[in-house]
């Protein structure tokens, strides 16, 4: 069982910046499909950004495309979440979550929480108006 912690939130002003790291124990890290999500007070978890295994593409939820950039080092186990020009809005639980099934998940998939078999704990961020 592969591992997550995510770290790296709190709370900044509108159109402050934050990286979000999440952390995997376990496994080989470079074969995982990875993928952000986040959840609102009273709101569905929702999808933000994926990393596919082996660095095969980068997938955004049309609402952070252009301020959140999701990177990963294979060397140190770890996927980021670069968000810039926060809003209000993207106030949530961030939760990271792994793919780790030896076969890589069809793109279409990883926008949803179906084809991912590891969650982290989640870390708060709270943006100020």
């Known amino acids: 069982q592969v591992q997550l912690v995510e770290s790296g939130g709190g709370l900044v002003q509108d159109g402050g910046s934050l990286r979000l790291s999440c952390a995997a124990s376990g496994g080989t890290f470079s074969n995982y499909d990875m993928g952000w999500f986040r959840q609102a007070p009273g709101k569905e978890r929702e999808f933000v950004a994926a990393t596919k295994r082996r660095g095969y593409g980068t997938y955004y939820a049309n609402s952070v495309k252009g301020r959140f950039t999701t990177s990963r080092d294979n060397a140190k186990n770890t996927v980021f979440l670069l968000m810039n020009s926060l809003k209000p809005e993207d106030t949530a639980v961030y939760y990271c979550?792994?793919?780790?099934?030896?076969?890589?998940?069809?793109?279409?998939?990883?926008?949803?929480?179906?084809?991912?078999?590891?969650w982290g704990q989640g870390t708060q961020v709270t943006v100020s108006s």
């Open positions: 979550a792994a793919r780790t099934s030896p076969s890589g998940a069809i793109t279409s998939e990883l926008y949803t929480q179906r084809p991912y078999d590891s």
